[in-house]
C-alpha cells in the first residue's frame, strides 16, 4: 500500500460520555469485534477498575486508575482504526479534553435512561469548538429508558445538534427484539445470549415480514415513528455531519453486544480519514508527504527509575519512521525521535513506521511541551490546543520561605507540562500559586509530584471558585481592565486575563452587568458564549 493509501484508511476517533454509560463495556466490545482482544473482560478489571495501561505511576496502581488516555489501534474492514481513550471517571481531567483535539471524530455514548449528562456536554463543548464529526450510540436499550423520539429531542435541546437515526429499535427493556436500519431496509434480530443477530431484508418500514418477526404491538408502535420520523427529522446532510451540525445516531446495548455491529459498520461507512489541520502557515492536507504533527499529550514518569517521560505526537502529515530527525519549531532546532513506541493496551510495541492520524509515543528529554509542533523543517505551529475552564482551584504554599524559587520553578514546569493551570493576580505576580483543575486526580498528581520528584512540602488550601472565564471585547481583543461585579482580575499563565467566579450564579452577574464584554470557558475567542 502505498502512502497515500495508508492516511486515507485511518480512522482517528475517540469516545465520548459521563461515567457509568458504558463506555468501558463498548470499548471491550469494539475492541473484540477489532479482534485486539480474544475474549470479552479483558479489558475492565474485577473490580470495575480499568486494568489496561495502570502500573505506570505508583500512584495509578494505588488508586486503581489508569491516569493515561492509552491508544488502541485495530484493522477494521480495510480500515485502520485508532480508538483513543478518553479517561472518564475520577481520572477525569485536561487530558480527557486534549485526547478530543488529537482525534478526528467522535462517538457520543448516552445512557438511553439518562439522555445527555453533565460530563458529555462538557466534552460536546470542546468537539463543537473543533466542528468535529460526531456520532451518537444510545446506550443500555436492554433497559427500560426514554422513548428514542424523546432522547433525540434530548440531544438536540441540550447540545444543539441535530441526530438522524440510522437505526430505530424496536422494542425496549425486556421487550427489546430488533433494530431496523433505516438506510439499508434490514432488521436485525436480536437475542439475549446469541452473539450475532439474525440478519433480514426486508422492503421497507411497513413490510409485514417485520410484524411476524416482532409480533402487531411492537410493529403498530415502529410503524408510528417510522412514520413520524420521515415527516419530522431533518434529512442527512453529510457536509453538516463533517461540520458536526448533525449526528448518525444508533441504538443498542453494549453490555448485550446489541448494535455495536451496526455502530462500527455505520462508523467505517461515514468516519472521516485525518481531516486538514489548521497551521500558522495555512491549512496543512494529511495528504503532504512529508511528517509532521503536534505533542497533545505528556505522561510523566512512566518508569520512576528513569524518570523518562513519554511524548504523544499526533501525526498530521506524511509518514513517520522510527529514528527520524523532525524539526521542533518552538526549540527552533532539529531533534531525532529515536524511540517510538505505540500504545496499546498494557503493551508498549515498537513502532517503526506510522502515518498522517496515527497517534506516536515518543521518548522525551523534556524537549517536548504540550502544544509543541514538529515538522519537516518548515517553520509553522498546529492550532493550539485551547485551555479549558477549570472547576477546582487551591492556593498552594510552602513552609520553607527557603524553597519559594524551587516551587515556582517546579510549578512552572508542571504548568507547561500542561498537568495544572496556573494564576495570579497581576499586583502579586507569579509569587502566589493559584492553581486550577479540571479533574481532581490532577490535584493528586500535582501533590504527589511535587514531593515526589521534587522534594517539596506543600501546603494546599482548596478556594471557593467553582469557574474561570476569560474576558473578550466583542470584536475579540483581550480586556484587561476589572470587569463590573467582580472585584478582582486574574491573568493566567500566557498572561491573559481571567475572572475566577464562585458559581453559575456569578456569571449571570457578570454577564448581565457586562453586555460590552465576552465571557469564555476556554482561553480561545468564541461568540457562541
Ligand atoms: P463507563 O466506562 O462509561 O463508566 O461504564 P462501564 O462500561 O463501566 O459500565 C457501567 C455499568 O453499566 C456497568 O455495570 C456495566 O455493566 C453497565 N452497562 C454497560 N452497558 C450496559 C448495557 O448496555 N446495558 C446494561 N443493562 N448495563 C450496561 P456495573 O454494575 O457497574 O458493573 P458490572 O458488574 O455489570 O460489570
Redesign the pocket.
Known amino acids: 500500500m502505498n502512502m497515500n493509501q495508508e492516511i486515507l484508511r485511518r480512522r482517528t476517533f475517540a469516545i465520548i460520555?459521563h461515567?457509568?454509560?458504558?463506555?468501558?463495556?463498548?470499548t471491550e466490545k469494539i475492541l473484540y469485534q477489532g479482534k485486539v482482544i480474544r475474549e470479552a473482560g479483558e479489558v475492565?478489571g474485577k473490580k470495575?477498575t480499568k486494568s489496561a495501561t495502570s502500573d505506570w505511576m505508583t500512584m495509578e496502581q494505588e488508586r486503581g486508575v489508569s491516569i493515561t488516555s492509552s491508544v488502541m489501534n485495530f484493522d477494521f474492514r480495510k480500515l485502520r482504526v485508532n480508538l483513543l481513550d478518553t479517561p472518564?471517571?475520577k481520572d477525569f481531567g485536561e487530558d480527557t479534553y486534549r485526547t478530543l483535539h488529537a482525534a478526528d471524530s467522535a462517538a457520543m455514548l448516552i445512557d438511553a435512561a439518562k439522555g445527555v449528562e453533565a460530563q458529555t456536554r462538557k466534552l460536546y463543548e470542546v468537539c463543537r469548538l473543533r466542528k468535529m464529526p460526531m456520532f451518537t450510540f444510545a446506550?443500555?436499550m436492554?433497559?427500560e429508558g426514554k422513548d428514542p423520539l424523546e432522547l433525540i429531542d434530548d440531544v438536540e435541546q441540550t447540545l444543539g445538534m441535530a441526530c438522524f437515526p440510522v437505526t430505530w429499535p424496536i422494542g425496549m427493556g425486556d421487550r427489546f427484539r430488533a433494530l431496523y436500519h433505516r438506510l439499508d431496509s434490514k432488521l436485525f434480530l436480536y437475542t439475549k445470549g446469541v452473539e450475532l443477530p439474525e440478519v433480514i431484508d426486508v422492503k421497507g418500514p411497513a413490510d409485514p415480514l417485520i410484524e411476524e418477526k416482532v409480533g402487531t404491538e411492537l410493529f403498530e408502535l415502529f410503524t408510528e415513528n417510522a412514520q413520524l420520523l420521515d415527516e419530522a427529522l431533518v434529512s442527512f446532510s453529510e457536509k453538516e455531519f463533517l461540520d458536526g451540525k448533525i449526528s448518525p445516531m444508533t441504538f443498542g446495548?453494549?453490555?448485550?453486544n446489541w448494535g455495536v455491529d451496526l455502530f462500527l459498520d455505520i462508523f467505517s461507512k461515514w468516519a472521516p480519514s485525518p481531516g486538514i489541520r489548521n497551521t500558522t502557515d495555512g491549512p496543512l492536507d494529511p495528504l503532504h508527504p512529508k511528517f509532521s504533527g503536534f505533542v497533545f499529550k505528556i505522561q510523566a514518569n512512566m518508569d520512576p527509575k528513569h524518570r523518562d517521560r513519554v511524548a504523544f505526537i499526533r501525526a498530521c502529515s506524511g509518514k513517520f519512521e522510527r529514528g527520524m530527525k523532525v524539526y521542533h519549531t518552538r526549540l527552533g532546532r532539529d531533534l531525532r525521535l529515536a524511540y517510538a513506541n505505540n500504545f496499546m493496551a498494557q503493551d508498549r510495541q515498537t513502532v517503526n513506521e506510522a502515518y498522517s492520524g496515527d497517534i506516536v509515543g515518543v521518548n522525551d528529554t523534556s524537549n517536548f511541551q504540550i502544544g509543541d509542533s514538529v515538522t519537516w523543517g518548515k517553520d509553522f505551529k498546529f492550532e493550539s490546543i485551547p485551555r479549558f475552564s477549570p472547576e477546582i482551584f487551591m492556593r498552594l504554599s510552602i513552609k520553607d520561605p527557603l524553597k519559594r524559587k524551587k516551587m515556582q520553578d517546579a510549578i512552572g514546569h508542571l504548568v507547561e507540562e500542561g498537568l495544572i493551570q496556573f494564576f495570579y493576580v497581576p499586583a502579586l505576580g507569579r509569587q502566589e500559586f493559584i492553581l486550577g483543575a479540571v479533574g481532581e486526580l490532577q490535584f493528586d498528581v500535582l501533590m504527589y509530584r511535587l514531593r515526589d520528584e521534587y522534594g517539596l512540602d506543600v501546603k494546599s488550601e482548596t478556594l471557593p471558585v467553582q469557574l474561570a472565564r476569560w474576558v473578550w471585547t466583542k470584536d475579540g481583543g483581550l480586556h484587561f481592565d476589572v470587569p463590573k461585579s467582580v472585584d478582582q482580575i486574574y491573568f493566567d499563565n500566557s498572561d491573559k486575563p481571567v475572572v475566577l467566579l464562585e458559581n453559575e450564579w456569578d456569571l449571570n452577574w457578570l454577564t448581565k452587568d457586562n453586555p460590552e464584554l465576552v465571557f469564555t470557558p476556554s482561553a480561545v475567542y468564541t461568540d457562541h458564549t
Open positions: 460520555s461515567p457509568d454509560a458504558g463506555k468501558t463495556t463498548i475492565k470495575g472518564g471517571h446506550n443500555k436492554d433497559r446495548s453494549a453490555k448485550f
